[in-house]
């Protein structure tokens, strides 16, 4: 094994390091902006299911009244 090659595979694995930390880096950031939009409609889901049902018994009391 000459200088040329090791300096080649030296290179070969510096390249490959940096792409994967590029990669998991974005793919941190793509997790994370997924997750808040999944929580941000689990939160409205919840809100219009607790409006219906404030409603729904509004309509239920007065229907017993």
């Given at each position: 094994m000459?200088?040329?090659?090791i300096r080649l595979y030296i290179l070969n694995a510096l390249t490959i390091y940096l792409s994967f930390t590029n990669l998991e880096s974005t793919l941190k950031i793509l997790l994370l902006c997924i997750?808040?939009?999944?929580?941000?409609m689990k939160?409205?889901?919840w809100i219009l299911i607790?409006?219906?049902?404030?409603?729904?018994?509004?309509?239920?009391?007065t229907l017993q009244d």
């Open positions: 000459d200088q040329g090659s997750s808040i939009i999944y929580t941000v939160i409205t889901d607790k409006i219906k049902n404030r409603n729904g018994n509004n309509d239920k009391e």
